[in-house]
């Protein structure tokens, strides 16, 4: 296919990939496919759940300092946010899952 690629809004640009590389990122990183102008784009999507939710809280939360510190006050706050969001997310997911397996007992 021709041209396409994913927008990451934390990122504010379009990642472009070659074929036969996967890109992971959170589910919770908002994100849309960038337009193909030819072809046919297949997508295989797949979602791991996980408990490593401190660990991607403070990598956003590392971002948001840094931003903030060279002076980029918006990009700082996404960063903020998403490491809120990240941990609602894996909470919810690890209530789900605590949920779930309890019910086997």
Not at 8 to 26: M, N, T, W, Y
Request: aromatic share 8%; with cysteine; net charge positive.
């Amino acid at each position: 296919f021709g041209e396409g690629g994913t927008y990451i809004d934390a990122l504010g640009r379009v990642v472009k990939i070659e074929q036969g590389v996967a890109l992971v990122h959170s589910s919770s990183m908002w994100h849309a496919g960038h337009p193909i102008t030819t072809g046919t784009r297949y997508i295989l999507v797949c979602f791991l759940l996980s408990t490593a939710s401190i660990e991607h809280s403070r990598r956003f939360l590392e971002r948001g300092a840094l931003l903030r510190n060279v002076g980029m006050p918006l990009a700082a706050k996404k960063a903020f946010r998403m490491a809120d969001e990240v941990q609602k997310v894996y909470t919810h997911a690890e209530d789900v899952i605590h949920e779930r397996v309890s019910g086997f007992g």
